[in-house]
């Protein structure tokens, strides 16, 4: 029989497996978006179009008021009293030729007064509109042969005036000498109008200027309501660009951190808020699978609690039980022989049913992570109780090692069946156990100093240990042991 009552050794139950939850990267967050411009681009694009649209109506501004003041200037300081002077001369000249015809008429020396009067506002005159017309080629010109012509005009009058002095005058002479003279002033005032036209000219194309200056400040004036509009334009536009996504963004967010975190975060808007979101969202789904994760443990968690303490129950209670059923037959079977052929089946079933029990908990309690050490030392424990003592233990090797579930348990098995005939049979006070991996073997030795066997039987126990290791390709040796007791070593390869 069996006699060690303990979970470990049983086959163990393939772990339930784990759902792959991968993240996905945030470029697969969504379908590819099409070219975004950042926050930073779109700002400086509207900060930069909004300073230079400022700038330029700035400037054109304070171009057309310094093209405005600089021709009124030169219409107030130059062409306007050159203006004022071309009709004050005409008017000097004018008195000039009356009192020169009214001395040539009459004699009266009174008429020379006017005459030498205008004379010398004609001279005054023609001096300030040499330098006022200067900067002007034409008006120069004209004003150069106006001078030219009072020059003419002039001498004509001054013999004319001389020869009156003289005396009276035929009439005929008279006549001729004032036709002359007339003809010469005709060909003043000419010149003179020619003169006053240029100046006029001068004066009228200043004045378009001032009024296309003004038109360039119309335009300006345009050109900042236009600028205001854009104005007005921007808060709008950097609502639909930068406002609105995030604020929909933000509301996605607490729609999330509220509890709904199956919804999805969708990215909008600029390129940083798109990455954000993006972002947002890898977060949201490794948060959701690690929710859905941590459920699983805990689902996982409540079951392995019931089912360790459903295999306690069974360990500490049935199991114990049938282990000391075995033990009291076993003893039976020695104290009266005769009753052997009876017992003896009787302790074959409770072998059976104890490894039964113990393979329904070991599928309980174990899953394919066990290690090789644990179920030895759960199995050390478990005989110890029976024994009075543990059985010391020497591991070799990297025994946590071994990747293969079906030969940790066939050894955790046959470990099980040779300490339970140490039990039965040897009557020992020490148990010695060593489990090596070595290059491509993996080996059992149990040895103890009780009572051996004389002649090696063949009983059901060693028989279940060869059978075990023939599946491996494996060997099992039973030997008296020098001194005393007896030693079994089990082998098989490593690959098996």
């Known amino acids: 029989m069996t006699a060690i009552a303990g979970a470990a050794g049983a086959p163990a139950g393939p772990s339930e497996p784990v759902p792959d939850r991968r993240v996905p990267p945030a470029t697969a967050a ?40 600089g021709v009124l200037t030169e219409l107030d300081n130059r062409w306007l009293p050159a203006q004022q002077q071309v009709a004050a001369l005409q008017s000097a000249y004018v008195d000039q030729q009356t009192a020169e015809r009214g001395f040539m008429l009459t004699g009266d ?19 300030s509109l040499r330098r006022l017309v200067a900067p002007d080629a034409s008006a120069a010109g004209s004003l150069r042969q106006l001078v030219a012509a009072n020059a003419a005009w002039q001498k004509e009058a001054a013999a004319e005036i001389a020869a009156r002095r003289a005396g009276p005058l035929p009439q005929a002479q008279v006549d001729a000498m004032v036709g002359t003279g007339q003809r010469l002033f005709d060909a003043l005032r000419a010149t003179l109008a020619t003169l006053s036209s240029r100046v006029g000219g001068v004066i009228a194309l200043d004045l378009r200027r001032v009024s296309g200056a003004r038109q360039v400040v119309e335009i300006v004036v345009v050109c900042s309501l236009a600028l ?61 699978d690690r929710s859905d994760d941590l459920v699983a443990a805990q689902r996982a968690l409540t ?9 306690a129950e069974l360990h500490d209670r049935s199991v114990q039980r049938l282990f000391a059923l075995g033990l009291s037959l076993s003893s039976l079977a020695k104290r009266s022989p005769e009753l052997a052929p009876m017992i003896v089946p009787l302790i074959d079933e409770t072998d059976r049913a104890v490894r039964e029990l113990r393979g329904i908990i070991f599928d309980l309690t174990h899953d394919g992570e066990a290690s090789l050490q644990q179920g030895i030392d759960q199995i050390l424990r478990e005989v110890a109780r029976v024994l009075g003592f543990t059985p010391d233990l020497v591991l070799r090797g990297p025994v946590n090692g071994l990747a293969d579930g079906s030969l940790t348990r066939e050894l955790l098995a046959v470990l099980r069946e040779a300490l339970s005939n140490v039990v039965r049979h040897a009557r ?67 690959s098996a």
């Open 428 to 494: 020992a006070s020490r148990v010695d156990v060593v489990v090596g991996v070595e290059d491509d073997n993996v080996h059992l030795v149990v040895s103890d100093d009780g009572v051996g066997p004389e002649v090696v039987v063949q009983g059901n126990g060693l028989r279940n240990m060869r059978a075990r290791a023939a599946r491996l390709g494996g060997q099992v040796e039973l030997a008296p042991r020098p001194g005393g007791g007896a030693r079994l070593e089990w082998s098989c390869p490593r």
């Open 30 to 69: 969504g379908p590819r978006p099409g070219r975004r411009r950042s926050v930073r681009f779109l700002v400086t694009a509207l900060v930069v179009g909004l300073v230079g649209l400022l700038l330029v109506t700035t400037a054109a501004t304070f171009a057309a008021r310094l093209r405005v003041t």
């Open 228 to 288: 205001a509009l854009v104005a007005l334009l921007v808060l709008p536009l950097t609502r639909r660009i930068l406002t609105r996504p995030l604020e929909r963004l933000v509301g996605q967010l607490q729609t999330v951190a509220g509890g709904e975190d199956r919804q999805p975060i969708e990215p909008e808007g600029a390129t940083e808020l798109v990455t954000l979101a993006k972002a947002a969202e890898q977060m949201r789904r490794s948060l959701v």
């Open 109 to 127: 020396p009174g008429f020379l007064v006017p005459y030498a009067r205008g004379q010398a506002t004609a001279t005054r005159l023609e001096a």
């Open 303 to 311: 079951l392995g609690a019931e089912r360790d303490r459903f295999a």
